[in-house]
Nanobody, 112 residues
């Protein structure tokens, strides 16, 4: 059974940083690209970032480019999202995803 468990969310002031983690199990992690998506209150799902398998190519939404960094540790079956210079509009539930399978999400709130 595929499982994705996110952690690392919380309340942070504008300009602050958070690092999200997603622990994966139930599949061969090294064979799959992984991505982060988010959903803000009352809004649709927004793709945030992706990282390929094998060559670790990274891709970002324009809204987070230059502020967020996606990475993966294949030895730990974990994907990360380092979020810097956070803005109130980054407030959302963040999910990691493999294909159409999502984790339970972790809340990120950016507020003073």
């Amino acid at each position: 059974e595929v499982q994705l468990v996110e952690s690392g969310g919380g309340l942070v002031q504008p300009g602050g940083s958070l690092r999200l983690s997603c622990a994966a199990s139930g599949f061969t992690f090294t064979d799959y690209a992984m991505r982060w998506v988010r959903q803000a209150p009352g809004k649709g799902v927004e793709w945030v970032s992706s990282i390929s398998s094998k060559d670790y190519r990274t891709y970002y939404a324009d809204s987070v480019k230059g502020r967020f960094t996606i990475s993966r540790d294949d030895a730990k079956n974990t994907v990360y999202l380092q979020m810097n210079s956070l803005k109130p509009e980054d407030t959302a539930v963040y999910y990691c995803a493999k294909d159409n399978i999502w984790g339970q999400g972790t809340q990120v709130t950016v507020s003073s």
